[in-house]
């Protein structure tokens, strides 16, 4: 006997499918209405409809037809995220965007310092440096226990090298060409009795990493990969459904997506999916996976969504003068599989980039509602930014308050939380945030811990970066077992 639905030969000794979940209909089985078995597709698909959603948005005011109300749709959203950015620059929370930048092409190094009153001190420091102009990275650790264990390792690589070096072996440089590392590695892999496919094994990763290394400029990749997925969400962008409308100097865009066309876009996605061979081998670099599993997995999912979900989903744009983003709502309206459930989001962005910022979120479902709430405070006064953050949990009157306290002329900061609960807890850290002209800062928070013992950490960051090469280094053709010994001895002296 075999499944209608899928076609795979059935186990009769259950009512339903076992790969499918759909109800067997035979001569010595009623049809029993037992509940399908649920797949991870089912979870996967819900979640990037709800993502796609989303990012439907952005196409549609990003490539499709660049005038009118999808214009200023499109500007609104670039004013609303520079508003972001120039908030975020108020507060401690700026290292984020500074650290970013700086590990992609710059130089940060992280340093600590940890003692008691035993007498014992533990410190060290770890630079990450990265140069684009020559595709370069290196990291240096040096690290200190007591004056009892001191470590270090410098590793370089670029492009056509992979080095590193450490005081325990010398001060030469080990390390391997990526472009002759078949041949290099074979006696040295013999020489330590590895088989032959473990050899090979180890050739074909290296071979992989250098030719991700040698790739094109990475946006122009990007592009090309994405190109298929792209097309497809843009012309599910071109048939999506919006109004616009003025009232008052706001100019209210409103998308609208119902359920059939989230199904119809994840059809068409998968379909993409299916054919891309990339995404196919990554999938089967993974033991026990089969790429055409998940593919089964994902179609389950999205005919649960087909056959359960209904309804619909607005997304509205409130957009003032100058194109100011005022306020973003959310509401969806959905059945699956019989249940209904209401979801309004508002986002409130006040009328100027420091008015307060609110995000409120309802869920109704069965009658009950549950609702979080989320407001962004800044105040401006005398060289200080004191930025509040305020969150109400579902359920509760009690709120939960993270603030930041600085001052970009003196760099000095308090960062603080606060429970309001009746057994609520609170605590503060501070220290010193200072931002150069050129894209570097230093952070160093002040010391912390109990009266027995000290902790110091600090960032230093700078979008600066010198990575030298040494004219020569030891090729991994010229290692060999001596070189292991001598490492093993050295790592036992050590410790």
């Not at 993502?51 to 037809?65: K, T």
Request: aromatic residues 12%; glycine residues 6%; proline residues 2%.
């Amino acid at each position: 006997m075999y499944c209608t639905k899928c076609g795979v030969q059935a186990n009769e000794d259950f009512d339903y499918c076992v790969d499918c979940g759909s109800i067997l209909l035979t001569p010595n089985h009623d049809s029993v209405p037992v509940p399908a078995k649920k797949s991870y597709g089912a979870i996967i698909g819900t979640l990037f409809a709800s993502i796609i959603v989303i990012a439907a948005v952005f196409f549609v005011v990003s490539f499709i037809n660049r005038v009118g109300p999808l214009i200023t749709a499109q500007r609104s959203l670039g004013n609303f995220n520079n508003e972001v950015v120039t908030r975020l620059q108020t507060s401690p929370l700026h290292v984020f965007e500074l650290l970013g930048n700086n590990l992609a092409d710059g130089t940060t190094t992280v340093s600590f310092d940890y003692s008691n009153t035993w007498s014992e001190r533990f410190m060290g420091d770890i630079t990450f440096m990265a140069d684009s102009s020559q595709h370069a990275v290196l990291t240096d650790i040096n690290l200190n226990f007591g004056g009892l264990i001191n470590f270090d390792l410098e590793f370089l690589m670029n492009r056509q090298y992979a080095m590193a070096r450490t005081r325990l072996l010398g001060r030469d440089f080990y390390g391997i060409t990526f472009a002759t590392f078949r041949e290099d590695f074979q006696p040295f892999g013999t020489e330590m009795g590895l088989g032959q496919q473990t050899i090979n094994d180890i050739a074909d990763f290296v071979e992989s990493l250098e030719e991700s290394l040698n790739m094109d400029d990475s946006s122009d990749i990007s592009t090309e990969y994405f190109t298929p997925y792209i097309e497809v969400i843009t012309a599910f962008a071109r048939n999506t459904e919006y109004t616009s409308s003025r009232e008052d100097g706001i100019t209210r865009i409103e998308f609208l997506f119902t359920g059939s066309d989230i199904v119809q876009l994840l059809r068409d996605l998968l379909v993409v999916f299916e054919d891309d061979e990339n995404m196919r081998d990554w999938f089967e670099s993974f033991d026990q996976v089969r790429f055409r599993d998940i593919v089964r997995d994902i179609r389950r999912g999205i005919n649960e969504i087909e056959d359960n979900l209904s309804g619909e989903i607005t997304l509205t744009l409130y957009v003032g003068s100058r194109n100011r983003l005022n306020r973003i709502q959310f509401n969806a309206d959905l059945t699956f599989d019989g249940e209904r459930a209401e979801i309004d989001i508002a986002l409130d962005l006040g009328s100027s980039v420091l008015d307060d910022w609110t995000l409120d979120i309802a869920v109704t479902e069965s009658g009950e509602t549950e609702t979080l709430s989320v407001a962004w405070e800044i105040n401006e006064s005398n060289d200080r930014y004191i930025n509040t953050f305020t969150l109400r949990p579902p359920g509760s009157a009690d709120a939960i308050q993270l603030s930041s306290d600085w001052s970009p002329s003196t760099g000095a900061f308090t960062l603080s939380y606060s429970d309001n609960a009746p057994r609520g807890e609170s605590g503060a850290v501070s220290g010193i945030f200072s931002v150069d002209n050129y894209g570097g800062f230093r952070l160093g928070f002040d010391a912390f811990g109990s009266g027995r013992a000290s902790f110091v950490i600090e960032i230093e960051s700078s979008a600066a970066s010198n990575i030298q090469f040494p004219a020569d280094f030891i090729n991994i053709c010229q290692w060999n077992e001596q070189l292991l010994y001598d490492l093993e001895q050295a790592l036992d002296d050590l410790f």
